[in-house]
């Protein structure tokens, strides 16, 4: 008897305890601000051509919903969703149970607030803290709103296969309103958000009937509906009048996402006129543009890994396309705007621009080899190369850039001093607050990919600023302007020094290079049809490569979203999506490299040293220099046909070389 008295206190103090905390986290969630939540009214997105894009329906109110979609979700979805407080603590421990044993994170216990709460304001990693904060959000959503406006909220949010919302679902899938749909159709649309991929019917009508019946027994088993209505509507036939819309593309929707986030950040829109709907937004999209990058991803088995990336014309900083990740219907997280990760070696050329500022030049060289940095506060750092191959002696800025050689990076980075790569990134408009730190130069802190490219356009345009944008204009649905882009030009870098770097930037792909190490971009070099300006950067966890001439600068970034390592295998999917992307991109079109400015010359030297090219020296290179700062030239060579060939693109006597090294890549 006094084991089963313990063991009852045990239980009672252990309720105290839960309610104690329920109680607590009730009047946290009462005295934090109120999530709001946003209804999706009606608005329409046009490109730069003024072709309509993409528009979408009003909300509808949870009693315009059809009983059969209602019950339907809920018994699929969330059965006890009118009695629970936010989340289901006997479903969280089984999960918890079972993704302890099981050593993943693959069951899921979330309910239909908990789905809401990670659709309005989280991403779709599978952590523990996001997890807890989705619950903690949900929570937040039930001391805040009633049941039935969450509900209505859920189904008006949430993905039935690329349609978004149960009225536009119903539209589509069946050219109804949603609260005209029978048993069958119900049953059809309410199994399609746990897999939107898999249980389309009009992806794979096999998978989305099975499906179908799932919901029809788990109906039946809670005895929403009769046994001779569950035969009926497995039974029945459904024409679906909707189709595959070409015109809608994942790509797309992670565009309108981004369109709808910098509509959000207008001060000049007022709430009111987002709530009457019918607002008509003039975007800068470019369809040709967008289809060259759906293109660079697809036929590529990505796995788990993600992509983004970011077209931009360096000119005015409008977005011409743009990929949010791999698949929209699995995730809607826009990685491309609202991702941060290390940048990498993609940060050097705002190194090496600021180090041009400073005096050096494109022959400027250090000794590159194995090299512990000491500092006074008895601290060191070891930067070691990529292959932990060194040229063990000078090595020339130019071909720094080539390999991408960390140990020039960090001397010139130290050189400088560690506040003039900042001040340099700050101002071609990198938002951060970087820290001054040796490792900087190695890209070690987190930027989001639309900043770097927005970055890297000052140097495509040759030193202007450009504030990175999708939307041109806004008007109401008469027609009167509320809102239209400004374009402001600001010089911000020098047009010389800017040259000097861009060409310094096709060294990564340039078989001169081709020496005790191999160019970071020659395995690109066999696409090429244009001339470019290119960056790659690696870390453990993320991939990289920008690019640019003077039309167009396209940036690419892949990596897991629960920031794993990369494996080996996915080195080079950032590369082939951007050469894919930037070739199909300038397919149809006419592009040209910069010319040369009036106070740029050329001297040839030799490419790894820098040192003056003698007559004799097998390779030799063009260098660019502001005039009265290039070595002095002893001996004559024909420059201009020299130079002629370097704005060439073309494999030459080393193309034996550069095969092999595709070949191992």
Known sequence: MKILKKIGKFFVILFGLFMLFNFGLYIYCLVTPKLEITRNQ?????????????????????????????????????KYFYKHIGFDYLRIVKAMFNNLTSGS???????????????????????????????????????????????????????????????????????????????????????????????????NLDLAKKRQKTVLTLMYNNES??????????????????????????????F?????????????????????????????????????????????????????????????????????GTNYNESQFNRAISAKRQVGST?????????????????????????????????????????????????????????SDNIFAVKTHLFLGEENLVSIANRVGISNELEAVPSLALGTEEISLMEMVSGYASFA?????????????????????????????VNILNENLVYILNEMLTYTYDTDFIDYNYPTMISLLPKMTNKYAIKSGTTNTDMWIIGYNQDAVLGVWTGYDDNRLVESTDSSYHKEVWIDGMEGYFSNKDTSWYDIPNNIVGVLVNPITGELAAEDDKKKKLFYFLKGTEPHVDNEY??????????????DEDEEKLEEKVEEE
């Open 42 to 78: 009606s608005y329409y997105l046009y490109d730069n051509e003024n072709n309509l894009v993409f528009n979408n329906y009003s909300w509808v109110e949870l009693e315009d919903i059809s009983d059969n979609l209602i019950k339907a979700t809920l018994a699929t979805e969330d």
């Open 105 to 203: 994170l693959s069951e899921g216990a979330s309910t239909i607030t908990q789905q809401y709460a990670r659709n309005l304001y989280l991403n779709y990693d599978k952590t523990w803290t996001r997890k807890i904060e989705e619950a903690l959000l949900a929570f937040e959503l039930e001391t805040h709103y009633t049941k039935d406006e969450i509900l209505e909220g859920y189904l008006n949010t949430i993905n039935y296969g690329g349609v978004f919302g149960i009225e536009n679902a119903s539209r589509y899938y069946f050219n109804k309103s949603a609260n005209d749909l029978t048993l069958a159709e119900a049953s059809m649309l309410a199994g399609i958000p746990q897999s939107p991929s898999n249980y389309s019917p009009l992806y």
């Open 225 to 254: 509906i009769t046994e001779e209505e569950f035969n009926d509507a497995i039974d029945t036939d459904l024409n679906y009048v909707g189709i595959k819309n070409d015109n809608i593309t994942s790509g797309k929707l992670y």
């Open 256 to 324: 309108k996402d981004a369109v709808l986030n910098e509509l959000s950040t207008i001060a000049s829109i007022p709430e009111s006129i987002l709530e009457t709907g019918g607002i008509k937004i003039y975007t800068t999209l470019d369809n040709m543009a967008q289809s060259s990058l759906e293109k660079s991803i697809e036929d590529k088995d990505f796995g788990e890994l993600q992509v983004a990336s970011v077209l931009m014309n360096p000119d005015n900083g409008e977005v011409l396309a743009l990929i949010g």
């Open 347 to 403: 940060m050097k050329p705002f190194l090496y621009y600021a180090a041009l500022e400073s005096g050096f030049t494109s022959a400027s060289s250090f000794i590159s080899e194995k090299t512990t940095f000491s500092f006074s506060t008895n601290k060191t750092y070891t930067p070691k190369n990529y292959n932990d191959k060194y040229a063990d002696g000078p090595l020339s800025m130019g071909a720094a850039i080539a390999y």
């Open 461 to 489: 345009n040759l030193g202007n600023k450009v504030n990175s944008h999708l939307i041109r204009r806004i008007e109401d649905s008469s027609g009167n302007i509320l809102y239209e882009y400004k374009e402001e030009e």
């Open 638 to 651: 024909d420059l201009d046909a020299v130079f002629k060939k370097e704005n060439s693109i073309s494999v």
